[in-house]
């Protein structure tokens, strides 16, 4: 960091050194708040993803009495929220405030996610569907054995699309988390780039010393440890994401 205060940056680095993320590596609340994200994401990925897909999966059967209202009903919320305020209230009155079930239970509906599974569900040979509950398939077979397989690839875009969104969230985390213990790792990255300092007051002291690390790079170290593993896993999962393209596009 010194060199480049001194000179020009360059394709090669001058005074190359991995001591920034040394100190974001082992800080102990850099390292809590990163496992804090993988927790969340997985949790809420799943949850997310199990809930909409059982929803959408009753929306479409033939024999679900009162559709319509279920369906109104559904999307009244998707178009009209409670508010930030009003919500806030209801988490904090039932004693999810400053928990992780204040990060997990508001958003474990999706009501987008619910409506395109409910259509792609739709949209499969009724034929195939009637073949398999004459041959005595159960529901839970049905679902697993038959329409899981079929629609696959947009379960799989929305794994993707949840993932990568719950990984970046910081604002629930802002609103309802006051332990330090419970943030996330985006959070944790905007208190490093808002404040311009490191994780605990004592390791603050040292940007001031030219012999530590100097806060910029903390702050460079930090945001490339947090986009890291969505860089990591994308090649793999790129090939969803024409499908999450395409979702859209499925009318019901």
Excluded at 26 to 42: A, K
Excluded at 126 to 136: N, Q, T, V
Excluded at 179 to 184: A, F, G, I, L, V
């Amino acid at each position: 960091m010194e060199e480049q205060l001194k000179a020009p940056i360059g394709l090669i680095p001058r005074g190359l050194t991995f001591s920034a993320y040394e100190r974001i590596i082992f800080n102990r609340q850099f390292v809590r708040t990163f496992f804090n994200t993988v927790f969340l994401t997985v949790v809420k990925t799943a949850l997310v993803i199990v809930i909409s897909l059982a929803a959408g999966y009753a929306l479409s059967s033939k024999y679900l009495i009162g559709k319509k209202i279920m369906m109104t009903y559904f999307l009244i919320p998707m178009y009209f929220s409670g508010g930030l305020i009003p919500t806030y209230l209801l988490i904090q009155g039932i004693g999810l405030n400053n928990s992780y079930g204040a990060i997990i239970l508001p958003t474990a509906v999706n009501i987008f996610y619910t409506i395109v599974f409910k259509n792609m569900i739709t949209q499969l040979p009724a034929e195939l569907i009637e073949s398999a509950e004459i041959d005595g398939a159960s529901q839970p077979v049905l679902l697993f054995k038959i329409i899981i397989p079929l629609i696959l690839p947009t379960i799989a875009a929305f794994i993707v699309f949840s993932s990568v969104a719950y990984w970046n969230e910081w604002f629930s985390v802002m609103i309802y988390i006051r332990d330090k213990e419970k943030w996330t790792l985006q959070y944790q990255l905007r208190e490093i780039l808002l404040s311009a300092s490191l994780m605990d007051s004592e390791a603050a002291k040292d940007i001031a010393n030219p012999n530590q690390v100097y806060s910029e790079a903390l702050k460079m170290a930090a945001l490339m440890i947090t986009i890291l593993p969505i860089v990591a896993v994308y090649p793999f999962v790129q090939k969803y994401f024409m499908s999450g393209v395409l979702v859209g596009a499925v009318k019901g």
